[in-house]
């Protein structure tokens, strides 16, 4: 069974320019949440996809936004980045989007915008 | 402000020693889970607990569910080097997405 698997590991932008990052859910799971962790905190959540419809959206602006595939892999796009976007994206897929569901974490997309 | 507030930030600790991580939130959790994260990783899940004054083990690992499922602990027997990591405690509110804690970094010495 494979895991949940985020591409790219590591990235370099500059601010304004624009950024797609890329994940794989698990085997049989429907369901994809994106988190941003800053450094010293713990994640935020970003938005989550359930068959393939946005299902749910944290406090982040609308240049954060989402896809997902008939596969049930998902993007992250993120707009006119800013300094304050440098994070590590983490990505969680889950059999579906209850809130009991367990959300099995990719090992994120650390990103860095100078 | 945080919905979940972790206590302490950082704790650095001999093996063998006793710990406790603190989880407390003004707002009531329909369930609270406990991660472990190491660098370079994605957090891992170690528990959930879903009803109030729940007590869970997991080898040298307690963790608690406050009777009025707004707080929680986990307290670690006898740590070890291979407990060093980030604890996140993350809560669902009714209705609503996981929130997660800012984490406590624990760091236990050989």
């Known amino acids: 069974e494979t895991g949940v698997t985020q591409s790219p590991t590591h990235l370099i932008k500059t601010r304004g320019q624009q950024v797609t990052l890329r994940c794989s859910s698990q085997?049989?799971?429907?369901?994809v949440s994106w988190y941003q962790q800053a450094l010293g905190q713990g994640p935020q959540f970003i938005f989550q996809?359930?068959?393939?419809?946005?299902?749910g959206r944290g406090n982040f602006p609308p240049r954060f936004s989402g896809l997902q595939f008939p596969n049930y892999s998902s993007e992250l796009n993120v707009n006119a980045l800013e300094l304050d976007d440098s994070a590590l994206y983490l990505c969680?897929?889950?059999?579906?989007?209850?809130?009991?569901?367990?959300?099995?974490f990719g090992p994120g997309t650390r990103l860095t915008v100078l | 402000t945080q919905l979940l507030e972790q206590s302490p930030q950082f704790l650095s600790i001999q093996e063998g020693e006793n710990l406790t991580v603190y989880c407390n939130s003004s707002?009531?959790?329909?369930?609270l889970q406990w991660y472990r994260q190491e660098p370079g990783e994605g957090p891992v899940l170690l528990v959930t607990?879903?009803?109030?004054?729940e007590v869970k083990k997991l080898k040298r690992l307690t963790f608690q569910f406050g009777d009025a499922r707004k707080d929680s602990s986990l307290h670690i027997t006898a740590a070890q080097p291979g407990d060093t990591g980030l604890y996140l405690c993350?809560?669902?509110?009714?209705?609503?997405?996981?929130?997660f804690g800012a984490g406590t970094i624990l760091r236990v010495k050989s």
């Open positions: 969680a897929s889950s059999l579906s989007a209850g809130a009991m569901d367990t959300q099995y």
């Open positions: 085997s049989g799971h429907n369901t």
């Open positions: 996809y359930y068959r393939e419809e946005e299902n």
């Open positions: 707002s009531v959790f329909s369930s």
């Open positions: 607990v879903v009803t109030g004054g």
């Open positions: 993350a809560g669902v509110p009714y209705g609503n997405k996981l929130v």
